[in-house]
C-alpha cells in the first residue's frame, strides 16, 4: 500500500499545476522579480501563521551548523528556482515552461543517486527516462 507520503506529493502536484497557471496569469504586466517577492512573501506570511498555530518555534533538539547551512543552501535554491521560473513564464507558455522545469524530477534523481547514495532500481530509472522524454516531446515546438 502506498504510504502518506502519496497524498502529499499528489496534493503537492496539484497545487504546482495551480501555481503555473496562476503565476502566468498573475504576472501579466509586472516584472517576473516583483512577482517572485509577492509570492515569496505570501509563503512566508503563511508559514509563520502555519508555524506559530502549531507552535512548532522551538525545535525538538538543537540544530546543528550541518543542517542549517543545508537549509539556507536549500533556501537559495529555491530562491533562484522561483526567479527563473517566473522570467520563464514571463517568456513562455506555461504548457512548455512547466513540463521544462519537472526536469527537476530527473535531476533529483541524479543528484540522489549521485549525493545521497540512494539506489533506484533499472524500473525507476525507466520511469525517470521516460519523464525526461515526456519533457521533450512536450516542450520541442512541432
Known amino acids: 500500500m502506498v504510504g502518506e507520503w502519496a497524498f502529499w506529493a499528489l496534493l503537492s502536484a496539484g497545487f504546482a499545476a495551480a501555481t503555473a497557471v496562476l503565476a502566468k496569469a498573475g504576472s501579466e504586466g509586472i516584472d517576473p522579480d516583483l512577482a517572485t517577492l509577492v509570492r515569496t512573501a505570501v509563503v512566508l506570511v503563511c508559514l ?39 522570467r520563464a513564464l514571463k517568456a513562455g507558455d506555461v504548457s512548455k515552461v512547466a513540463p521544462v522545469d519537472k526536469l527537476s524530477v530527473v535531476l533529483v534523481a541524479v543528484f540522489a543517486a549521485v549525493f545521497l547514495r540512494e539506489r533506484l532500481s533499472g524500473r525507476e530509472w525507466l520511469g525517470v527516462g521516460l519523464v525526461a522524454a515526456g519533457v521533450l516531446v512536450l516542450a520541442l515546438k512541432r
Not at 508555524?51 to 538543537?62: C, D, H, L, M, Q
Request: aromatic share 10%; proline share 5%; charged share 10%.
Open 48 to 86: 509563520v501563521a502555519l508555524v506559530t498555530a502549531a507552535g512548532k518555534w522551538k525545535p525538538a533538539e538543537p540544530l546543528s551548523a550541518r543542517t542549517i547551512l543545508l537549509l539556507v543552501l536549500s533556501g537559495l535554491a529555491t530562491g533562484a528556482s522561483w526567479l527563473c521560473y517566473f
